[in-house]
């Protein structure tokens, strides 16, 4: 038996979960949702993009027309290299050997 996940939106003013009140498919792979604040007292109404970035399993039957990259979960950004601690004192001797 399978559970079915929904995925929950956050208002932006509040913090207060949101109520999708219609959505509609907008490219193959974009689906454009219209939120609702569930918070009486805030009210906030604004507009959601779920886009489809990359794929993480091919599908069974793939769609010719479809030009996603096949990649992990959760992918990296291309600026997301380790930072260097500000405490490392190789670093600081690197600086002064140069």
């Known amino acids: ?14 913090g ?5 009140r219609t959505s509609e498919q907008m490219t193959r792979t ?5 939120m609702l604040c569930d918070n009486d007292d805030c009210g906030c109404a604004f507009v959601v993009h779920i886009i489809a970035v990359r794929l993480v399993v091919r599908g069974l039957a793939p769609n010719p027309e479809l030009h996603l990259p096949v990649g992990r ?5 291309n600026d997301d290299s380790p930072p260097r601690p500000a405490n490392d004192d190789r670093i600081a001797a ?5």
Do not use: I, Q
């Open 30 to 34: 974009v689906r454009e949702g219209r």
């Open 16 to 20: 207060s979960r949101v109520t999708c």
């Open 94 to 98: 690197d600086l002064v050997t140069g």
């Open 1 to 14: 038996m399978s559970m079915k996940r929904s995925l929950h939106v956050l208002c932006p003013e509040c």
């Open 73 to 77: 979960w959760r992918e990296p950004a």
